[in-house]
């Protein structure tokens, strides 16, 4: 796979400090059932790379001493960590709104059956990538069959009060683009999504959250072998707007590798540039218990403006 790390690491993009933290993301593992086009983490089913107990615990620890509001689980497939109900169930306990990134067809594999059950009972919020509302596109980024399962999950979770009006079951699904351009404008695709699902479907959903492609990892690699890197780089600095600089994601979340190491941001994670505290290269979320990060300054690169152009990215949506 081509390295874009060289390509990305020296920047212009502006300085940017973090604010209150609130958000801890947290990458329980690369391993996935499924191996998608557009993943900027690589997983895939042959990924052995699994957070363990003792670091689970840890990520615990840190939400206790710093009073963490929202605990964003990822992935790989975050369930197929062998702790993830642990997890889920001990922070719940705590009171912390739960995230988890789902890839949907999860739900369906050969010993995740109550999945979607354990997760309705815990009233986790699930945001789900569902690329498009057409087989054919989803097909193409993430494999065949794909769609059918991934339908067949969402009608499995509505029947359990996911994304159905009064349930106060959130249920989100998440647009990546096809290729080297910018999500289209989020609420208007919220509505084709909608009116397509619903009709086709009858499936239901509470919001859209559309988010850029980075040109890292998988993708990245995929825009060099077909000499597409510098042209896209080029779309993410031309529309680049100031006013999104506000709403970046890192300025209130840290993301936590596999094996404790933190980052400013799940993209950074990817690009193997850790958040900087003290002269520490490395830094584990057991060494930031009782430090606050308010006001620290961010890792930066060339793949920020992937955040910044257009309507902005974050793992919440557009931000404009």
Request: aromatic share 8%.
């Amino acid at each position: 796979m081509l390295d874009t790390r060289p390509l990305l690491e020296t920047t212009d993009f502006p300085r940017i400090f973090r604010g209150q933290l609130s958000i801890l993301q947290v990458n329980l593992g690369y391993l996935c059932n499924l191996s998608c086009v557009h993943c900027h983490v690589n997983a895939g089913p042959k990924r052995k790379e699994l957070m363990t107990r003792e670091t689970i615990d840890q990520v615990l620890a840190f939400i206790d001493k710093q009073g963490i509001k929202v605990l964003d689980l990822t992935g790989g497939a975050p369930e197929m960590n062998p702790d993830f109900r642990y997890l889920v169930v001990e922070a719940r306990k705590r009171g912390v709104e739960v995230i988890d990134r789902c890839n949907l067809t999860i739900l369906n594999e050969p010993g995740y059956e109550d999945l979607a059950q354990f997760l309705t009972d815990q009233r986790v919020i699930i945001t789900a990538s569902l690329p498009c509302y057409s087989e054919q596109n989803v097909e193409k980024q993430r494999g065949k069959g794909v769609f059918a399962e991934s339908i067949a999950a969402l009608q499995k979770l509505n029947a359990l009060g996911y994304g159905m009006e009064g349930s106060g079951l959130q249920l989100n699904l998440v647009y990546n683009p096809g290729g080297p351009f910018l999500p289209p404008d989020q609420e208007t695709l919220r509505a084709d999504y909608q009116r397509e699902l619903k009709q086709a479907y009858d499936v239901e959903f509470n919001d859209l959250l559309t988010i850029t492609n980075m040109p890292i990892s998988r993708f990245g690699s995929m825009l060099l072998s077909k000499g597409q890197f510098e042209g896209y780089m080029r779309l993410l600095k031309d529309s680049f707007s100031k006013e999104n600089l506000a709403g970046l994601m890192c300025k209130s979340l840290i993301s936590v590798d596999w094996q404790g190491e933190v980052y400013d941001c799940d993209f950074n994670q990817m690009l193997k540039m850790p958040l900087i505290t003290s002269d520490r290269p490395i830094t584990y979320l057991s060494d930031l218990l009782d430090e606050s990060l308010e006001g620290g300054e961010i890792v930066i690169g060339e793949h920020c403006y992937g955040c910044t152009a257009g309507r902005g990215s974050s793992c919440a949506g557009a931000l404009a």
